[in-house]
């Protein structure tokens, strides 16, 4: 039992003194990068973000893919760096560049209006905190029955900033419903099944929407009207992990 347990604590330390962080893996992918080594960093830039996910590494891991010429990888890697920080330029900049090889106008749909300036948890909070004025200024002049003009229009302006965040809430969670195909020839089926027949192929790199979902298939419909289930091993949601 005694040796047993040494074996066990030699395994937990040398874990320990092993493990990299985030950061240090990000690090690594770096240095690969600019040795034109693509691949390691790639690898080197997944596993920091499968630490921590944020805009840079996701921006990073784009780069790499694009640079590997896994434009389906690359556009997918964008579009989340994008959904973490809408105001993150280079990935901005690279999304506008990728966009020119292909047909769809999703990009520039999602990245012409008001609600892009914000990200998907800055209007969840803003929406948060406009509900509880909203309710303040409406509950707390009837408890008191102390109903004024400041109150009521202090009510107005909660409530409209209620109604915009909410709008942008929905606006990004629209966004989060973009799957991208990641590979070329990826098969779009009939119904949510291996052996299902297919019904069209969407390319790397084509977007489309997700109307549904069940277990590892979801059912997206294209800008060019192809539809059918994907597995998500072949058309990723940008939401997903």
């Known amino acids: 039992m005694k040796y047993l347990k040494t074996v066990l604590l030699f395994l937990l330390i040398s874990a320990g003194l092993f493990a990299q962080s985030s950061e240090e893996y990000f690090k690594l992918g770096a240095v690969a990068f600019n040795q034109q080594d693509y691949q390691k960093a790639y690898d080197n830039f997944f596993a920091s973000n499968s630490i921590e996910e944020n805009a840079d590494t996701l921006y990073n891991l784009g780069l790499s893919a694009q640079k590997l010429d896994k434009m389906g990888y690359a556009r997918l890697y964008y579009l989340k760096a994008v959904y973490k920080n809408p105001r993150h330029p280079e990935a901005l900049f690279?999304?506008?560049?990728?966009?020119?090889?292909?047909?769809?106008?999703?990009?520039?749909?999602?990245?012409?209006?008001?609600?892009?300036?914000?990200?998907?948890?800055?209007?969840?909070?803003?929406?948060?905190?406009?509900?509880?004025?909203?309710?303040?200024?409406?509950?707390?002049p009837l408890?008191?029955?102390?109903?004024?003009?400041?109150?009521?229009?202090?009510?107005?302006?909660?409530?409209?900033?209620?109604?915009?965040s909410l709008a942008g809430v929905f606006y990004w969670h629209s966004f989060s419903n973009i799957a991208v195909s990641l590979k070329n020839d990826a098969m779009l089926r009939h119904s949510p099944a291996q052996n299902a027949p297919m019904s069209s192929v969407l390319q790397a790199g084509e977007l489309a929407t997700i109307k549904t979902a069940r277990k590892n298939f979801i059912y997206v419909e294209a800008q060019n009207g192809k539809s059918g289930w994907a597995d998500i091993e072949d058309v990723c949601p940008i939401s997903s992990k």
């Open 94 to 140: 690279a999304l506008q560049m990728l966009q020119k090889k292909f047909s769809d106008t999703f990009i520039v749909f999602y990245f012409s209006t008001f609600f892009d300036e914000l990200s998907n948890a800055e209007w969840r909070l803003i929406a948060y905190i406009a509900l509880l004025f909203t309710v303040a200024f409406i509950a707390l």
């Open 143 to 164: 408890i008191y029955d102390n109903t004024s003009g400041a109150t009521i229009f202090l009510s107005f302006i909660a409530i409209s900033m209620f109604s915009v």
